[in-house]
């Protein structure tokens, strides 16, 4: 009931195109739900999270859609860049600071020029 | 926004020798942290979480003598690798929770030679 299954694996798009990242969970307790993008060598960094009460939220070009009843939620990515290529992870957790975070596998994007 | 600082970046250590890695909260208190533990192309892999003031709670299989946790203040928690082996080579990213976010740190690249 801890799993968050995320989709695809890797990705590829050209310049300008809309990445969509795909993210699925079990455990109806969570209402924490963010995104992180993960640069080589460097720690994940908070994109954009949404909590349950909401169904879109729009940062910049990041885009999180979310469907409670569905137990799912996306990323996109309006407009992509070269400089978006990066490793892509969806989590869940309960909203309080001692919640663990449950992680996705995890998305390569490779956004081509 | 929120920042959480891991420190070292990176760090070449002999085998049999300890290293300490320490993550603080730059502007909130986190009573709870967690250290996290990435192998390449992989998710991240919760390791423990730490409790200010407290023991830390380790995931099953963690050796808890192995890999030391300590939680003095509400924001600095430190990861004492100890007698490191060239298997102790990883990743290693540590996590803070403010009231409405999830902050990584930038990581910890850990070499035993």
């Known amino acids: 009931q801890q799993q968050v299954k995320q989709s695809p694996q890797s990705l590829i798009v050209q310049k300008g195109g809309i990445p969509i990242i795909n993210c699925a969970y079990e455990?109806?307790?969570?209402?924490?739900f963010p995104w992180y993008q993960q640069f080589p060598g460097k720690g994940p960094a908070l994109l954009i999270a949404?909590?349950?009460?909401?169904s879109e939220k729009k940062e910049g070009r990041f885009t999180i859609s979310f469907n409670k009843s569905a137990k799912q939620f996306s990323l996109h990515i309006m407009d992509s860049q070269p400089g978006d290529s990066a490793t892509y992870f969806c989590?869940?957790?309960?909203?309080?600071?001692?919640?663990?975070?449950?992680f996705g596998e995890g998305t390569q994007l490779t956004v081509n020029p | 926004g929120a920042v959480v600082s891991q420190h070292p970046s990176w760090v070449i250590c002999k085998s049999g020798t300890s290293v300490k890695i320490e993550c603080r909260s730059l502007?909130?208190?986190?009573?709870?942290m967690f250290w996290y533990r990435q192998f390449p192309k992989q998710s991240l892999m919760l390791m423990a979480t730490?409790?200010?003031?407290?023991?830390?709670?380790?995931e099953q299989g963690v050796e808890k003598d192995k890999f030391l946790i300590n939680h003095a203040s509400l924001t600095l928690s430190t990861l004492t690798v100890t007698s490191a082996h060239p298997e102790d080579s990883s990743f290693y990213i540590c996590?803070?929770?403010?009231?409405?976010?999830?902050?990584f740190g930038q990581g910890t690249r850990l070499t035993v030679v």
């Open positions: 996590s803070a929770r403010s009231d409405t976010e999830a902050f």
């Open positions: 455990n109806t307790a969570f209402d924490y």
């Open positions: 949404i909590r349950p009460d909401v």
């Open positions: 989590a869940a957790s309960m909203v309080n600071r001692g919640s663990r975070l449950t």
């Open positions: 502007d909130f208190q986190a009573t709870t």
């Open positions: 730490s409790n200010e003031g407290s023991k830390a709670t380790y």
